[in-house]
């Protein structure tokens, strides 16, 4: 990939909002939830005009635009003045299918919004990046579910703990009897003590 300014691995764990372009849309979305993962976030995905003021408004968080292309010019309008006058806004991961220069030239998207976001660009296209990508995937993958079988053990760890405190599942041990019942006096043979 040619630098244009950021490198693809700090675009994923920066708060710099970016265009994506290349790949499959389910590859552009893997990208979108593994930088929300990296923020401790949900994803948010807009693929409707009107979801997007609402989601626009979040103070924080990551916003994935599947294929901005398909929105109207003035919903793109929405994302530029949300990139240039909010201050605390969510990270913003614009999709597109195909180039980002291809649609610019269809004029599906808007020349405005691809000067302010043409820093901040990847291109799943780039060699060796795709598979670069699906073995940190494959990692990260690997390490949440480690951390999910972890976690499951140490609650029913906790669990098992919480039910031996409880007073209802106390086994009482009652004391030992000195000698047999008939042995001591005045005990019947059969007498509850």
Same mark, same amino acid.
């Given at each position: 990939m040619a630098l244009r300014?950021?490198?693809?691995?700090?675009?994923?764990?920066?708060? $710099?909002?970016?265009?994506?372009?290349g790949g499959t849309e389910d590859e552009r979305r893997a990208w979108a939830e593994e930088a929300a993962r990296n923020f401790g976030v949900p994803l948010t995905e807009v693929r409707q005009p009107q979801e997007l003021a609402g989601a626009l408004r979040q103070p924080n968080g990551v916003l994935f635009i599947a294929d901005v292309a398909k929105l109207p010019l003035? +919903?793109? /309008?929405?994302i530029l003045r949300c990139l240039q006058m909010q201050e605390e806004r969510p990270k913003v991961v614009v999709g597109v299918? /195909? @180039? +980002?220069?291809?649609a610019l030239t269809r004029g599906t998207l808007r #020349?405005?919004?691809h000067y302010r976001l043409n820093q901040a660009q990847v291109d799943l296209q780039t060699d060796g990046l795709r598979d670069a990508l699906k073995r940190r995937w494959a990692?990260? $993958? #690997?390490? *949440?579910?480690a951390r999910a079988a972890a976690?499951? $053990? $140490? #609650?029913?760890? #906790?669990? &098992?703990? &919480?039910? +031996?405190?409880?007073? /209802?599942?106390? @086994?009482r041990? *009652?004391?030992?009897r000195k000698g047999p019942a008939s042995a001591r006096k005045g005990a019947p043979r059969n007498a509850v003590r």
């Open positions: 300014g950021y490198r693809e691995e700090d675009l994923v764990s920066n708060r $710099a909002s970016l265009i994506i372009h003035d +919903a793109q /309008g929405l299918s /195909g @180039t +980002a220069m291809a #020349e405005d919004l990692q990260q $993958a #690997e390490q *949440l579910a976690l499951k $053990a $140490a #609650e029913e760890k #906790e669990r &098992a703990a &919480a039910v +031996a405190r409880r007073p /209802g599942s106390v @086994t041990i *009652l004391p030992k």
